[in-house]
Nanobody, 115 residues
Framework: QVQLVESGGGLVQAGGSLRLSCVVS????????MGWYRQAPGKQRELVAV???????NYANSVKGRFTISRDNTKNTVYLQMNSLKPEDTAVYYC?????????WGQGTQVTVSS
């Protein structure tokens, strides 16, 4: 059983920062990519950022320049550093681990950005 546990969410004012963490119960190098997704009420889940096993990254246009995804393979942990937060960033953020044949999700952590 593969478990992903997110942490670091909370309430922050616009312009503030948060750092999300995702601890995986399996070596993250066994997956093709690790990613962060988010889902706001009434909205479809969307990709926020992804990082491959060789550390190639990709970001949603809405977060480019503000968010940074990184990984620590020795800790089996993926991070999402979120700076200059905006109210529209408010959502539940989910950690994802995927390969060609598998897809695992965490339970999510709430991020709320107030005006």
């Amino acid at each position: 059983q593969v478990q992903l546990v997110e942490s670091g969410g909370g309430l922050v004012q616009a312009g503030g920062s948060l750092r999300l963490s995702c601890v995986v119960s399996r070596s993250i190098v066994s997956f093709d990519a690790m990613g962060w997704y988010r889902q706001a009420p009434g909205k479809q889940r969307e990709l926020v950022a992804v990082i491959s096993s060789d550390r190639v990254t990709n970001y949603a246009n809405s977060v480019k320049g503000r968010f940074t995804i990184s990984r620590d393979n020795t800790k089996n942990t993926v991070y999402l550093q979120m700076n200059s937060l905006k109210p529209e960033d408010t959502a539940v953020y989910y950690c994802n681990a995927r390969s060609l044949t598998v897809n695992f999700w965490g339970q999510g952590t709430q991020v709320t950005v107030s005006s």
